[in-house]
């Protein structure tokens, strides 16, 4: 009797995908000024607009598309339709999709999460999608699971790029461990004896200094605050030390200024991938 061929993990998939695009991040984050600055109206019209031209222009040729969910489902169901579509566009044009929804819960209602972004059959099926820990690592789990299942992965906050985001990550659990090292300590364990790279990722933004925090997780580490944040490229050694070849350094509006021109997008993500690659090749 035949048994189907298990989905490649994710970790694989992504390593290959930084090694033949790129190790580059594009999000997707259609708000309102953002589409005023195209030209286009703030409303379903100008989502959709945006949602495609950015799709066509980059999804053949960056690793990581990154669409940011609440800025379509602010639109209702409409909104998410567009969302439906860019995920599927994205994927078969050869990008793998990351859907930043940052979901966190427990029990029945994290596992309606995982399935809405990690079950092959959902409409909103993505590669890879951002969950908060701070209910406790082990609500993940549901959603942990479901990533192993599907060959997914999940990007678990660790020490985000937002300055309050420290009263929490930087506090100190029990044993003296500030709970983002104990958050990471965490998918280590999850990632054991995966190669080339496990599937959970921590998210750690480029903006921080020295994380002062043991990065080598054997997953990948996104990198938020790259470009209108203030980071660049070469900052991403000093922050992420021996892990910066995992890293995948996550940019939005520093590509996204440059539409509608088609053009100018891909030119704008060459010109950061290329960035990257200097900046990590340098510090190996």
């Not at 594009?26 to 379903?44: E, K, M, N, Q, T």
């Not at 088609?262 to 200097?278: S, Y």
Request: net charge negative.
């Amino acid at each position: 009797m035949s048994h189907p061929r298990p989905p490649e993990p994710f970790g694989a998939r992504l390593r290959r995908a930084m090694d033949t695009r790129g190790p580059l991040c594009v999000g997707i984050d259609p708000h309102g000024s953002l589409l005023r600055a195209w030209g286009l109206d703030d409303d379903i019209a100008g989502l959709e607009r945006f949602t495609r031209t950015t799709v066509e222009a980059l999804a053949d040729r960056v690793a990581v598309l990154k669409p940011q969910s609440a800025f379509f489902e602010r639109f209702g169901s409409r909104g998410v339709a567009v969302l439906e579509k860019a995920v599927e566009e994205a994927r078969a044009a050869g990008a793998l999709v990351l859907m930043d929804a940052k979901r966190g819960d427990i029990g029945s209602t994290m596992a309606a999460y995982a399935a809405t972004y990690l079950d092959q059959d959902s409409p909103l099926f993505s590669d890879a999608v951002t969950v908060s820990p701070y209910l406790g690592f082990g609500s993940l789990r549901p959603a942990l699971d479901a990533a192993a299942a599907s060959g997914s992965g999940v990007f678990v906050l660790a020490l985000t790029s937002n300055p309050e985001g420290a009263e929490v990550q930087r506090a100190t659990a029990a044993d003296g461990r500030s709970l983002a090292q104990l958050m990471l300590d965490h998918m280590a364990e999850e990632n054991a004896g995966a190669s080339p790279l496990g599937s959970v990722g921590a998210v750690v933004g480029a903006t921080l200094g020295d994380a002062g925090v043991d990065l080598a997780i054997n997953g990948p580490l996104l990198a938020p605050g790259i470009g209108a944040q203030g980071a660049t490229p070469r900052d991403l050694p000093g922050v992420f030390g021996a892990a910066v070849g995992n890293v995948v350094p996550s940019v939005s509006r520093g590509v996204l200024r440059h539409g509608p021109d088609t053009g100018a997008l891909r030119a704008a993500a060459a010109r950061f991938a290329d960035e990257v690659r200097t900046a990590v090749g340098a510090a190996r």
